[in-house]
């Protein structure tokens, strides 16, 4: 049993995925920038363009783009994205109030994702789903039919009070009015249950139909009015764009009357409506998703090494308080979050991070100075993300494909890789820049030139999250480098001074704007889209970086407005 | 009021015969006049699976060969004695050793070793994504198999899928069945919730029934029309969209409100066992969930309302720990001396089965665990009644039960252990035989070719089973079955 000691420990390894041993296309030799190969976020080259007319992006970046010819043409198509289940429980309980509704993921399953940065469905419903929904809107219609009196419009238990209750009910629930032969249909549903069943049957049951309606589940788009491939979405549109982009949920009272209006119309009465939109909390948590998402946050189950549960709780909750206190002292812009040396922390925190807490109540959440860190990418929730080991891989790919929207090939695969180099990699006595050698010699070295360099800027903390100075005892940590792709050339002697300069690259705030149009607008972008992104862009840089201003950029963008035009309709 | 028989029912209803029609549950199709696809030569299917791999050493025999074999350690509980059983279901069952899961061949190193699991009966590459949350990118055998047999027999579910979610059992995102690329089912962890949908109306009397299937009728006709209205202004892939659904509806609406489900006697109402009920620490609440599950298992089976069972012990890579497996004790001890080792964590366990004798001896009393229950859900199958004819519910049934890797502590694809299991006096399968292919060691960790069958191949056979006649299943350039060695002829 000797012998198999070694590949013990290697095969699982590298089966884990710690092994991005990249080659291939994306990588094959250097990167060149100047064909602007951005990549879909994420490593998958075959991220579908959700929907999209034009397919991924594969050609020039964005700056180019109001000017290139071969970037014209139409902005992304609608993709009826299926509302997942927090979209469908906040949005029901925006409409009818916290009624202590059942927990949805009681009734529905997990949700798919919509490109990489939102949780969503874009494939057709399923049986099981659909069945699971009819479970889903008879146990909610229960919930609102025994809290009629809190939310009914009226008073009269009679046919009329039920179809009043649908003209109420029917804008916020299907996000958009129904036309009159809808109208017609609804009504003539509760008028026959009214009749004999009652009132309350009349609505329980609507409320039963209504909540398993496709414009409840899907968010539909139907503009048809197309000019140059592109048509403009309507106000109830644009509302719900808005809405769920900024509150991940349906659109309010306001919202519905500045569609109705026709401010939503205009770019300046998007704005309006969005500013509104910001000074409020479920703006703040929609920003905070949006970053988590961007940053793949996912901590592992348990706390690792010295950790402790206190710590390790306080590590989870981080991030989140961090964006609040930015947003509260008007600080939430992009330098902050790439390389701001402080954050907020209670005592178990700070001590994580080895700084001092000034406050006298341990638990209070106060902010705190860190020495040795930088930005977002050297907070523990994001250094604890990535497996437990050979992660210099992982971070590098992080900054690589979320930060800059470099394009990564392919695993080289696992019976390609000399056995040499298999027991060099598991060799964890050795130092990470001996272990990882051999991907910067071989056929990897193309991605791992790349690679590499962006994770051994993080040598200085581990898994955990903690700060070292050394590797092992003796063994100083290097956490220099230089990384070049194209034009831009990063040199950096460690992660505090790479959070400064990502912090000034004009390529990491075009994928910033680019990550943030595609969690906007639910999809990936197209060639059309990418004059919209530019603009967005212009304004982000041009006042100084603010998440708010590139948030504002984007809805008031062309491409939020407007959506590809759909293929002719056939009647049937 | 949970134990209903047809009598029962109609005694109830107040109801003869002649007013059955207007009853929910006249069956208006002879569960014994449906035959299934030509050429099947087995009724039912269920496939059974749990994480973390085998131990080939002692999953494999003891002694003997082909024919003589006895069983090793992990297989020993399905072939004990019982009544009227002196060698258990020895001579019903066959076991394959040397059948290699996709990924045991097909090597990508970026795919964790549990992303198996996703190829184990789908016989196809997974997705491209996120570690932990690869989906597979066909189909699962059980999904193919349902469909061609609900092509021929009306029964209300193609298929079912059940699961046990134990903590020890916790599902981090891996998924064994699927309908389709990138579609896992969804699988029925509670009982109560599993009772709820598929012996929906059945728990009330005649009069709630036939007024809640008025409703459902009534709401799923308004849903229909909003969904019509909505296809026609639409085209393109939005309509193709809507046109699922709306199929989807349909079907919804015939299961939960026609009068076709043929009438049987109801399982008990089973308690629920929500999250918390599935991480009780408590073994003999547990062992209640196992059999809770089991029952709506056989339940469903026995109505006639599905042919084909998915069954998971939770996840690949479950990380619980496992109170209730012979020799906890002793790896809580373990774990306060080396805690790294485990932290009454299964996983982590799997990973030194090699070369620690605790671990070891905790891994081997798992999947014995596994062949125990397995053993009990048999037990079940052979002493209900078929509703579709005579004999027992065992007879032209056939389980299958595979493991995503040959050891937890290698994560390899390689030689992933099967057994099926078919009853019935004319098996498809050369049951009572032990085959093995290549050279694959007891403790081997290797990924390398050994000279094994591609799970391909038998998940090919197992569809011939049915009559559903492929060449090949999930990676369209692996073509041929294992027909001409493990199926009679």
């Known amino acids: ?572 | 009021m949970n134990d209903w028989t047809r009598r029962d029912f109609l005694r109830a209803a107040g109801l003869g015969a002649g007013a059955m029609a207007l009853t929910p549950f006249l069956p208006t199709l002879d569960a014994a006049a449906q035959t299934g696809p030509a050429g099947a030569r087995a009724k039912r299917l269920i496939v059974f699976c749990h994480g973390n791999g085998s131990l080939l050493e002692y999953w494999r025999p003891s002694s003997g060969g082909r024919t003589d074999w006895a069983a090793g350690q992990i297989l020993a509980p399905l072939t004990e004695a019982g009544p009227d059983r002196p060698n258990g279901y020895r001579d019903q069952m066959l076991l394959l050793d040397g059948i290699d899961n996709i990924s045991g061949y097909k090597e990508d190193p970026k795919i964790s070793g549990h992303s198996n699991a996703t190829c184990l009966w789908t016989g196809a590459y997974p997705l491209p994504g996120e570690k932990r949350r690869r989906k597979s990118s066909h189909m699962s055998i059980e999904t193919a198999i349902g469909e061609h047999i609900a092509a021929d027999v009306d029964v209300p579910f193609p298929y079912l899928h059940f699961g046990i979610g134990h903590p020890l059992y916790n599902n981090l995102g891996y998924n064994w069945f699927y309908r389709d690329s990138d579609e896992p089912h969804y699988v029925e962890y509670d009982p109560r919730a599993a009772f709820d949908r598929i012996f929906a109306g059945f728990t009330g009397d005649s009069a709630t029934l036939e007024r809640l299937r008025g409703e459902r009728k009534s709401v799923l006709d308004l849903v229909r029309r909003d969904l019509s209205q909505l296809r026609r202004s639409v085209a393109g892939e939005q309509r193709q969209r809507l046109d699922a659904h709306l199929a989807a509806v349909r079907d919804l609406e015939r299961r939960r409100t026609d009068d076709s489900t043929p009438i049987c006697s109801l399982p008990a109402t089973p308690d629920a066992f929500d999250e918390d009920g599935q991480r009780t620490q408590d073994v003999e609440q547990h062992m209640a969930y196992i059999d809770a599950q089991f029952d709506m298992m056989v339940s469903a089976l026995r109505c006639d309302l599905t042919r084909v069972i998915g069954f998971n012990w939770g996840s690949e890579s479950a990380t619980g720990s496992g109170e209730f497996i012979d020799g906890y004790d002793e790896v809580e001890d373990h774990c306060v001396a080396d805690n790294d080792r485990c932290a009454r964590n299964i996983h982590r366990l799997s990973h030194y089965s090699n070369e620690d004798d605790v671990a070891r001896e905790f891994m081997l009393n798992l999947n014995r665990f596994h062949a125990r229950n397995l053993r009990k859900l048999v037990d079940l199958l052979a002493a209900t009644p078929d509703p579709t004819g005579p004999g027992s519910l065992l007879d032209d049934t056939i389980i299958v039960w595979g493991t995503a890797l040959s050891h937890g502590f290698s994560h390899s694809g390689r030689n992933a252990p099967h057994v099926i299991i078919e009853g019935g006096a004319d098996p498809y399968f050369r049951t009572g035989e032990y085959h093995r292919w290549g050279d694959y060691g007891d403790w081997s960790t290797s990924f390398r070719d050994h000279g094994g069958h591609k799970n391909n191949e038998l998940l090919v056979s197992l569809a011939h089973a049915y009559g559903l006649n492929i060449d090949h299943f999930g990676e369209p350039d692996v073509v041929g079955s294992l027909d001409e060695e493990i199926a009679r002829g």
């Not at chain 1, 909540?211 to 589940?217: A, H, M, N, R, V």
């Not at chain 1, 964890?428 to 272990?435: H, W």
């Open chain 1, 1 to 572: 049993m000797k012998t198999m000691v070694r590949q013990n420990l290697v095969l699982p390894l590298l089966l884990v995925g710690l092994l991005v041993g990249l080659a291939s296309a994306g990588c094959d030799g250097q990167l060149d920038l100047e064909a602007g190969q951005r990549a879909t976020h994420g490593t998958n080259p075959q991220t579908p363009g959700a929907g999209s007319e034009g397919g991924p992006l594969d050609s020039p970046e964005g700056s180019e783009a109001a000017t290139d010819p071969s970037l014209a043409g139409p902005v992304g198509g609608e993709t009826w994205v299926r509302l997942n289940r927090g979209e469908m429980r906040r949005s029901l309980e925006s409409i009818f109030g916290e009624l202590g509704f059942a927990a949805v993921e009681d009734y529905l399953p997990p949700d798919g994702t919509v490109g990489a940065l939102y949780d969503g469905n874009t494939d057709p419903t399923p049986g099981p789903i659909v069945d699971k929904m009819l479970d889903l809107a008879e146990s909610d219609a229960a919930v609102i039919a025994a809290n009629l009196d809190a939310v009914a419009p009226c008073e009269g238990e009679d046919v009329d009070c039920a179809k009043q209750f649908v003209d109420s009910y029917a804008t916020r629930i299907f996000r958009r009015p129904l036309t009159d032969d809808a109208r017609q249909m609804h009504h003539d549903f509760v008028a026959d249950v009214a009749d004999s069943s009652g009132y309350v049957e009349a609505v329980r049951l609507w409320v039963t139909a209504a909540l398993q309606s496709p414009y409840f589940l899907y968010r539909v788009e139907l503009s048809e009015d197309a000019e140059n491939g592109e048509a403009k979405l309507d106000g109830w549109e644009v509302a719900s764009r808005l809405s769920f982009f900024l509150w991940r949920e349906a659109p309010d009272d306001v919202l519905f009357a500045a569609a109705a209006d026709g401010e939503l119309d205009t770019a300046e009465g998007v704005e309006r409506q969005a500013r509104r939109m910001m000074d409020d909390e479920r703006y703040h948590r929609s920003v905070a998703h949006f970053l988590r998402q961007w940053a793949d946050v996912a901590l592992p189950e348990e706390p690792r090494k010295d950790v402790t549960e206190e710590e390790f709780a306080a590590i989870g909750r981080e991030l989140g308080n961090w964006f609040d206190a930015m947003a509260a002292s008007g600080e939430l812009d992009y330098p902050n979050l790439i390389a701001a040396d402080w954050t907020v922390a209670n005592e178990s925190l700070a001590d994580h991070y080895g700084a001092e807490h000034p406050a006298e109540d341990p638990d209070e959440w106060v902010r705190v100075e860190l020495e040795e860190r930088a930005g977002f990418l050297t907070r523990s929730a994001v250094l604890m993300s990535d497996t437990d080991d050979l992660e210099p891989i992982f971070r590098g790919h992080r900054i690589l494909t979320n930060v800059l929207c470099l394009p990564i090939g392919d695993a080289v695969p696992l019976d390609a890789i000399e056995e040499d180099a298999l027991t060099v990699l598991s060799d964890a006595s050795l130092p990470m820049r001996e272990r990882l050698a051999p991907t910067e010699t071989s056929q990897c070295a193309g991605c791992h030139a790349l690679l590499n360099p962006l994770g051994y800027a993080y040598l200085h903390y581990d898994t955990a999250g903690e700060y070292r100075t050394e590797e092992f005892p003796g063994v100083p940590i290097d956490a220099s480098g230089t990384f070049t792709a194209g034009s831009t050339e990063l040199v950096f002697e460690d992660a505090v001074e790479l959070a400064h300069l990502l912090a000034r690259s004009p390529d990491a705030h075009e994928c910033f704007t680019r990550q943030a149009f595609r969690y906007g607008l639910r999809r990936d972008e197209v060639r059309g889209d990418e004059a919209s992104i530019d603009s967005a862009r212009a304004r982000f840089t041009e006042q100084n970086f603010t998440i708010d201003e590139l948030v504002l950029g984007i809805v008031t963008s062309r491409a939020f407005r407007h959506v590809a035009a759909p293929e002719a309709t056939e009647t049937n």
